[in-house]
C-alpha cells in the first residue's frame, strides 16, 4: 500500500532532478573513495602497484556486469524500481561499514570481496535509477533528467575525494569509510519518501531481443568501439593517482584535492558536449573531443609538478565529459525500447570492460612493466583503433522539423 502523505513526484520536476542528482550524487561519492582513496591506501600499506590495482580494478568490476544487473530489473518490474534502490544502496553502505573491521595487508581477498559485493548493490541502484527515470520522465524532460545525474555522479566524485582523502589523513581511513556508508544510508531515504506507481506488464522475451538486436553489424561495432574507447580513461584514472603518489611524492589530502579537478572539469565538459551533439552529431562531436585527448593523454609525460599535472588533467576531464555524452547518445540511440534497461545496460557494460576490466585492472601492471611514461603514451595510443571503428558505424540522422 502506498501512504497518502508520500510524495509524488510524477508532476513535479524539480524533485525528479533532486531526486535523481542525489542517487547519482551517492554513486559519485563510492567511485571516488574507491579509485582513489582505497587505490593510494593500498600501495601506502606496502602493497605492490599491479596488486593494488588489480585489488581495485576487482572492486569496480561490478559495473563490467551491468549487463545482469539491467535484466534483473526488467524481469520483476512487477516488484517496482525503489526496492532494488534501497536494497542496492544497503548493500553498498554495508559493505564499506564492514571493511571498517578489515586490515589490508592481514585480509585483502576478504577486504576485496566485500567492497566488491559493496559496488554490486550500487549496480542494483544504478540501473534501477536508470529505469526509474525512463518510466516516470516525458520526454522534454529526458534531457534535463540525464544532465542532473551525470551532474550529480560527477559532483559526488569531485566531492568525494577530497573529503576522503581529508578524513583518511587527518582521522583515519576507517573513519573515512564510516562517513562514505552513512551519507549513502542518508541518501537513501529519499527515496523512501517518494511515491512509486508499479506498472505490472507482461514480461518481455528478453534474451530473445537481445539476441535479434545484437546480431545487428551496427550494434556489435558500437559495443566494440565502446571497449576501445573508453581504456584510455580506465588507464588514467588509476595511473595518474599514483604518479602523485610515487613520482611527485603528493600527499593523500594534496591527491585528493588535485583528483578533484577531474570531475568539475567533466561536469563543464558534458554540458557543452551535451549541447553539442543535439546540434552537430554524435560522431563529430566525438572526433572533435577525442582527437585532442590524444595529445593531452602524452602530456602527462611532461608533468613533472603538481600544477602542471593539474591542468593537463583538468583538461583530460574536460574533454571525457564532452565525448562521453556523445557515446551515451549513440547508446540511446540504438537501444530498442522495449528492453531499454536491459539493452542500454549491455552496451553501458562493454564500455565499463575497457574502463575498469582493461585500463583499471592492468594499469598497475603495465607501469611496473612500461614505466610511467610509456602507460601514458599507450593510453593515447588506443584512440586510434577506437577512432577507426566509430568511422565504419552508422548512425541515423535526427528527423527534420
Known amino acids: 500500500m502506498i501512504k497518502d502523505d508520500m510524495i509524488d513526484i510524477n508532476d513535479r520536476s524539480i524533485l525528479k532532478y533532486l531526486l535523481f542528482a542525489s542517487l547519482y550524487f551517492s554513486e559519485g ?13 593500498l600501495v601506502e600499506k606496502g602493497i605492490s602497484e599491479p596488486v593494488a590495482t588489480l585489488a581495485a580494478g576487482i572492486v ?39 571493511i571498517v573491521f578489515i586490515d589490508p595487508i592481514v585480509a585483502l581477498i576478504p577486504f576485496t570481496i566485500i567492497l566488491f559485493i559493496s559496488h554490486v548493490g550500487v549496480g542494483f541502484l544504478d540501473v ?14 529526458r534531457g534535463k533528467i540525464n544532465g542532473t545525474m551525470f551532474a ?41 519518501l517518494v511515491k512509486e506507481t508499479k506498472r505490472i506488464r507482461k514480461r ?54 588535485i583528483a578533484a579537478i577531474f570531475p568539475i572539469t567533466m561536469i ?28 593531452f593523454s602524452a602530456a602527462f609525460i611532461y608533468a613533472d609538478t603538481w600544477m602542471i599535472l593539474a591542468v593537463v588533467y583538468g583538461m583530460i576531464g574536460f574533454l571525457h565529459g564532452a565525448y562521453n555524452v556523445a557515446v ?15 539493452q542500454f545496460s549491455f552496451l553501458t557494460s562493454f564500455g565499463n570492460v575497457g574502463e575498469v576490466g582493461i585500463g583499471n585492472t592492468f594499469s598497475g601492471t603495465l607501469v611496473t612493466m612500461l614505466g610511467f611514461s610509456r602507460v601514458f603514451l ?14 565504419v558505424i552508422k548512425l541515423k540522422h535526427a528527423p527534420r522539423k
Not at 589523513?169 to 544510508?185: D, K, P
Not at 563543464?268 to 585532442?292: A, E, H, M, Q
Not at 599507450?378 to 568511422?391: D, K
Open 29 to 41: 561519492l563510492i567511485w571516488s573513495i574507491s579509485s582513489v582513496v582505497i587505490l593510494v591506501y
Open 60 to 98: 569496480m568490476s561490478p559495473w563490467i556486469l551491468k549487463f545482469i544487473w539491467g535484466p534483473i530489473t526488467d524481469y520483476f518490474i512487477k516488484f517496482g524500481r525503489r526496492k532494488f534502490i534501497l536494497i542496492g544502496g544497503t548493500v553498498g553502505a554495508a559493505g564499506f561499514f564492514i
Open 128 to 141: 534501477s535509477a536508470d529505469a526509474w527515470a525512463i518510466e516516470i520522465s516525458k520526454y522534454e524532460e
Open 152 to 192: 550529480g555522479i560527477f559532483v559526488g566524485y569531485a566531492v568525494g575525494a577530497p573529503l576522503f582523502s581529508f578524513i583518511a589523513q587527518f582521522f583515519s581511513i576507517n573513519f573515512s569509510f564510516l562517513v562514505a556508508g552513512l551519507i549513502v544510508v542518508l541518501i537513501i531515504i529519499f527515496p523512501l
Open 204 to 257: 518481455q522475451k528478453i534474451a530473445k531481443l537481445l539476441y535479434d538486436e545484437f546480431k545487428k553489424r551496427n550494434t556489435q561495432l558500437v559495443s566494440f568501439f565502446s571497449v576501445l574507447i573508453y581504456i584510455n580513461i580506465g588507464i588514467l584514472m588509476f595511473v595518474v593517482p599514483l604518479y602523485m603518489t610515487c613520482v611527485l611524492h603528493l600527499e593523500m589530502v594534496h591527491i585528493g584535492l
Open 268 to 295: 563543464i565538459g558534458s554540458l557543452v558536449g551535451g549541447v553539442l551533439t543535439d546540434i552537430w552529431g554524435r560522431k563529430i562531436i566525438i572526433y572533435i573531443f577525442v582527437i585532442p585527448s590524444i595529445f
Open 328 to 342: 551515451l547518445a549513440i547508446y540511446m540511440d540504438i537501444t530498442n525500447p522495449k528492453i531499454g534497461a536491459s
Open 378 to 391: 599507450y593510453s593515447a595510443w588506443i584512440f586510434g583503433p577506437a577512432l577507426l571503428v566509430l568511422y
